[in-house]
């Protein structure tokens, strides 16, 4: 049976994925839904010095502490940041990357270089303290403000993910609008290394296409 960690987007929490937990519980596997430090239930912990590494940490931790091996990390949008700097910092404990409509970031890179100008004028949309970017709008009510300095501190990676046997890339392609991740999705296909999947589904995979998803990661888990 494996084992998934899941890792949600900005202003999201560890409930983001309930539902989607639920199905792999069911089908006998291991899910571990993770608060990102700082946010939701965590966001006591705001303000202060919560950055990448600190969010690269709460999965590299939480693989140690339950000891687990050969995990498949699922990165849902600024998730992909995370799971990257975590298989990198821990590659004896992960065995699959599965990035959910997400950032694939290469050495050097940050949210805020990777995303459009409109998205960093959302990101300097601060609450009072200034630590932390406020959810936008349509976001679900439980979301709550996100720690700047995850989003603008760079990623630093060594061996970065060649050491990483299954490469997944999930696109939403139902977006009302353009999607952000087109580029990195038509990238992606074209390279032998990763397998992609495109669902008709809003940016929300989990919530719009969780039984989709669902079978996705098991055939991650199987192969």
Partial sequence: MATFVLVPGMCHGGWCFDELAR?????????????????????????????LDTHIEDVTALLEAEKIRDAVLVGHSYGGMVITGAADRAPDRVAGLVYLDAMVPEHGDSCWTLVTEQERRWYADVVDSGFAARPLPFFDPRATPHPV????????????????????????????????????????????????????SGHNLMRDAPRDLAEILLETARS
């Fill in 23 to 51: 199905e792999l519980r069911a089908r006998g596997h291991t899910a571990h839904p993770l608060t990102l430090t700082g946010l939701s239930e965590r966001s006591h912990l705001l303000p202060g010095a919560v950055n």
């Fill in 149 to 200: 300095a995850s989003l603008m501190q760079p990623i630093r990676l060594g061996d970065g993910l060649a050491h990483v046997r299954r490469r997944v890339y999930v696109y939403a392609k139902g977006w009302d609008g353009p999607s952000p991740f087109t580029p990195v999705y038509e990238r992606l296909r074209e390279d032998s290394d990763w397998t992609t999947h495109a669902l008709a």
